[in-house]
């Protein structure tokens, strides 16, 4: 079973940046859709980003962080990254990776993921890291 690990939460000051992970030690996760969402306190879980399998050569963006983060794979690591530049308090909220579900297409993992929809396609959720922008 796939088991993803997120890390490189933090506390981080508004305009600031953090790096987070999401990696699998018993799977290739270049096989995957992965994709990078987020539950702020009192919120309903939503999508972040996500990028393809196979090389990752689509990324999709929520409205709320294009120009500001940026998804990309590291096969040789066997991980995904979420850089996060000019951070805002919005932004607090703990981070979970998951990967897109057997049987789902690439282009509709890559469709959903950013929308309520999400919950179909994506599964093999990790615990998640903290993320608190804060002064």
């Known amino acids: 079973q796939l088991q993803l690990v997120e890390s490189g939460g933090g506390l981080v000051q508004p305009g600031g940046s953090l790096r987070l992970s999401c990696a699998a030690s018993?799977?290739?996760?270049?096989?995957?859709?992965i994709g990078w969402f987020r539950q702020a306190p009192g919120k309903e879980r939503e999508g972040v980003s996500c990028?393809?399998?196979?090389?990752?050569?689509?990324?999709n963006y929520a409205d709320s962080v294009k120009g500001r983060f940026t998804i990309s794979r590291d096969n040789t690591k066997n991980t995904v990254y979420l850089q996060m530049n000019n951070l805002k308090p919005e932004d607090t909220a703990i981070y979970y990776c998951?990967?897109?579900?057997?049987?789902?297409?690439?282009?509709?993992?890559?469709?959903?993921?950013?929308?309520?929809?999400?919950?179909?396609?994506?599964?093999?959720w990790g615990q998640g890291t903290q993320v608190t922008v804060s002064s």
């Open positions: 990028i393809s399998r196979s090389g990752g050569s689509s990324t």
């Open positions: 998951a990967a897109a579900k057997s049987g789902i297409t690439t282009v509709q993992a890559m469709a959903m993921c950013v929308t309520s929809a999400y919950p179909s396609t994506f599964g093999s």
């Open positions: 018993a799977f290739t996760l270049d096989y995957f859709t």
